[in-house]
C-alpha cells in the first residue's frame, strides 16, 4: 500500500500526515510518499539573476526543512518513506506527482479556509478532487 501525502507544516496537513501513518502502520510493504510544493516564479518579478537565485535557493531549503520535519514527526518504527519537493502550483503539482507515483491513496489537509476565500483563491485540496483521478482522503 502507498499513500501520497501533502504536507505543508500547517495543523492540517500534521492532521494528514498522522492519519496517513496510522492507516498504512503494522502493513507489510507500506510506504508513504510525502509531497511539498514550494511556489514557481512569477514572470511579472523584475529582479535581477542574483535574486531570483536566493529566492530559489531559499524556498527550496525552506521546503526541505517541512518535509524533514514531517518525516521526523513520523517517529519509529515508521515504513518506508520517500520525499519529493516540486516547485508550481500545489494543487496541480499534487496531482501530477499522484500520476507520477500511482499512490492507493492521496490524503491532503483541509486548510479551513471559508466558502468564500476558497472560492476567490482556489482549493489545493479541492484542485486535488476535482483532478485526480484516485481516491483522496481529505483531512480537517
Known sequence: ????????????SGRALELAARLVQGRQGARLVLVHCVPGMSGDLFVGPDAVYRYLEESERLGRSILDAATRRLGEPRPPVETVLRRGEPGREIVAE???????????GLRGLGRVTSALLGSVSGYVLEHWRGPVLVVH
Open 1 to 12: 500500500m502507498k499513500l501520497l501525502v501533502a504536507v505543508d507544516g500547517s495543523p492540517p
Open 98 to 108: 499522484a500520476e507520477r507515483q500511482r499512490p492507493d491513496l492521496v490524503v491532503v
